[in-house]
């Protein structure tokens, strides 16, 4: 399998619901991402993370909580959402580097419906 | 607060014809940026990169960019219906810095 993967593609969970969205990345990254794109929004960065270790946090509500056990794979928890935290959910990777930004390649995204 | 602002669009355009995409930033310390391209229901794909004032070409894209003006343009030459999809122009101040995109502007190429 090649890029960037992601898992379930589209997920419906109640307000009490504990869920996880799972990210694999197949290029050798060490730096992974998780944003948030909404209907008529900018995409919105939630947490990054680079060689493992959390370096973003953009104010997200608790109710998100990332984990990230090695380079290849990212997490995103959830419980006790919101209806307006329906959204699609994209992870990104891309190598970490001190100098310009290196390009980000996102995976498929998951579909999220909170009811 | 960094932005990035793009207008929504659509852009109509024949296909043919040059497709041109506009979007400007405010961080004065952006160095990197980025176009993806989204088709609805589907994530962002990168089609461009450009870190140096000018222009840099790919095939029928070409990016513009003028630090000055904090500007970056996106031309596709020869547009095609498959061209149609959303636009993200994204900036970036540094490797360990995040991208903060634009709202995108929609393209619509007619056959």
């Known amino acids: 399998e090649t890029g960037v993967t992601q898992t379930p593609r589209h997920l419906v969970m109640g307000m009490t619901n504990k869920k996880s969205l799972k990210c694999e990345q197949h290029?050798?990254?060490?730096?992974m991402y998780w944003y948030k794109q909404s209907a008529k929004k900018p995409l919105e960065l939630m947490f990054v993370?680079?060689?493992?270790?959390?370096?973003e946090n953009n104010s997200v509500p608790s109710r998100f909580s990332p984990e990230c056990p090695n380079s290849s794979h990212l997490f995103l928890h959830l419980h006790t959402l919101q209806p307006e935290d329906s959204a699609l959910y994209l992870c990104a990777s891309s190598h970490a580097s001190g100098g310009p930004q290196e390009t980000q390649y996102f995976g498929p995204g998951t579909r999220l419906l909170v009811l | 607060q960094k932005e990035v602002e793009q207008n929504s669009g659509p852009l109509s355009v024949p296909e043919g014809a040059i497709a041109s995409l506009n979007c400007t930033y405010s961080?004065?310390?952006?160095?990197?940026f980025f176009w993806y391209r989204q088709y609805s229901g589907k994530s962002p794909e990168l089609i461009m990169s450009i870190y140096s004032n000018g222009d840099k070409e790919d095939g029928r894209f070409t990016a513009q960019l003028n630090k000055a003006s904090q500007y970056v343009s996106l031309l596709i030459r020869d547009s095609q219906p498959s061209d149609s999809a959303t636009y993200l122009c994204?900036?970036?101040?540094?490797?360990?810095?995040?991208?903060?995109f634009g709202k995108g502007t929609m393209l619509l190429v007619s056959p």
């Open positions: 961080d004065r310390g952006s160095q990197s």
């Open positions: 290029l050798g990254h060490n730096a």
């Open positions: 993370y680079n060689f493992k270790e959390q370096t």
């Open positions: 994204a900036a970036s101040n540094s490797g360990y810095s995040t991208l903060t």
